[in-house]
């Protein structure tokens, strides 16, 4: 189809992805349906992000940035104090430190970056492999798309209309037990190789102290999900929440966030945000395209004549969206393949919540998956090494990480029992 092909040309040669999606669409009521006038295009585009409950997406954002001021280092001592004295344990502390992270900013790539600046260098100097490095960061980081608050469960809420809060909640078990198998493939290969060798003892009072450190961090998503749980604020408005709590902490309690840091994090992550929105907005002509020629349809006659069992089918839609994740960013592919998947995903007797965690899941493998492997991509780049380096070790985080996407697939009661028990 004209679309598919005029968006694969364009990624091909380097355009970005939002301007490849946008043009896609143009392309192809230029070429194949003249009968619509070019002015849909800026009507979808508004019509895609004249939502409220979009506006959580940057508020979240700036919050994560905002937090990375005092709040990362207190994370770092916590979680090193937990697991720094097992031999290995610095895979461990990675790991769990991009847990607590992602329970905070909201994003799978600010979680890599933010982790990875400071765990990176301490991890090489204690011997561990770079290609290790980056992988296993790579992977922990980018469940922060799974663990709540997460900015892509907001995107994947409005466009499947599905309640966000539900998703939030969903998102608890199987993001901490995802972040469980990295922690022990972490420990266990650094053993086996003999990374971190000079090990500290453990220390409870240390252990005591660092978690008071870092307990108003800590704080904050319980802050939210108690906060939409209960009723007493949206989750839009829990984002709104996220950014007064974090500037409170890095301004008023830790000091460590000056005017001119507060002005840079403002522009930081306004830019972000309107990439970002910006994708949105181009995903929805091309989404609202695809709808009008029928191609959901098609595709959910093609998967549903292949077979009717519905774990065949959520295999087949798993692929699709691992190779979508593979090639295009998060966010796009929310946007594109919810309108086309998610009926088929519901036809097929699969529960809308778990639907959405498992399309988390997905695309957080994606995100570490070459080529596009943003996530990856991030951790290399901060470790200093080709993506090529990272071979083998990025493909067994991959094996453990589709190990996990399996065993929430086959148990949905991982991402419902939360959202069941507390309706």
């Known amino acids: 189809m004209i679309i598919f092909l005029a968006l694969a040309i364009f990624l091909i040669i380097g355009l970005p992805v939002s301007i490849a999606i946008g043009m896609s669409g143009v392309i192809f009521l230029i070429l194949q349906d003249t ?11 508004f019509s895609g992000i004249n939502s409220f409950p979009l506006l959580a997406l940057p508020f979240f954002l700036l919050a994560g940035n905002i937090m990375v001021y005092g709040t990362t280092p207190r994370l770092m001592r916590f979680a090193n104090a937990l697991l720094g004295f097992i031999k290995g344990g610095l895979a461990g502390v990675a790991v769990a430190a991009s847990a607590f992270f992602g329970a905070i900013s909201g994003s799978g790539v600010a979680t890599v970056a933010a982790i990875g600046s400071v765990v990176t260098p301490e991890m090489i100097r204690k011997g561990y492999g770079r290609g290790f490095i980056a992988s296993l960061i790579a992977g922990a980081g980018v469940l922060g798309m799974v663990i709540p608050p997460s900015m892509a469960m907001v995107v994947f809420g409005v466009g499947a209309g599905v309640s966000i809060g539900d998703l939030f909640l969903a998102g608890i078990l199987p993001g901490l037990f995802m972040a469980l198998l990295l922690m022990i493939f972490g420990v266990v290969v650094s053993k086996k190789r003999g990374y971190g060798v000079d090990t500290a003892k453990f220390d409870f009072k240390e252990l005591v102290n660092s978690f008071f450190s870092a ?6 998503p319980v802050i939210i999900l108690g906060g939409v749980m209960t009723g007493i604020f949206t989750p839009t408005e829990s984002a709104v929440v996220a950014v007064v709590y974090a500037w409170i902490l890095a301004s008023l309690v830790y000091k460590e966030l000056n005017f001119k840091n507060f ?3 403002l522009k930081n992550s306004a830019i972000s945000s309107a990439v970002i929105l910006f994708i949105i907005a181009a995903a929805t002509p091309f989404g609202w395209i695809l709808t009008t020629q ?5 595709l959910a006659q093609i998967i549903t004549n292949f077979s009717s069992n519905d774990v065949v089918i959520l295999i087949l839609i798993s692929l699709i969206l691992l190779i979508m994740g593979t090639f295009m960013e998060t966010i796009a592919t929310i946007i594109i393949m919810t309108p086309i998947l998610f009926p088929i995903a519901t036809q097929a007797g699969i529960d809308p ?3 959405g965690v498992l399309m988390m899941v997905n695309l957080a493998i994606g995100g570490v998956t070459p080529p596009l492997a943003v996530g990856l991509f991030t951790s290399a780049r901060i470790a200093n090494i080709s993506i090529e380096k990272t071979f083998p070790d990025v493909l067994y985080v991959l094996a453990i ?3 996990g996407y399996v065993v929430i697939v086959l148990f949905p009661g991982l991402s419902l029992w939360i959202p069941n028990s507390l309706e």
């Open 35 to 45: 009968s619509v006038s070019l002015s849909i295009i800026p009507q979808q585009m």
């Open 215 to 220: 307990l108003l961090p800590l704080l904050l």
């Open 263 to 265: 002005l840079r994090v």
């Open 294 to 298: 029928q191609i959901p349809n098609q």
């Open 353 to 355: 919540i778990h639907f």
């Open 401 to 403: 990480m589709i190990f």
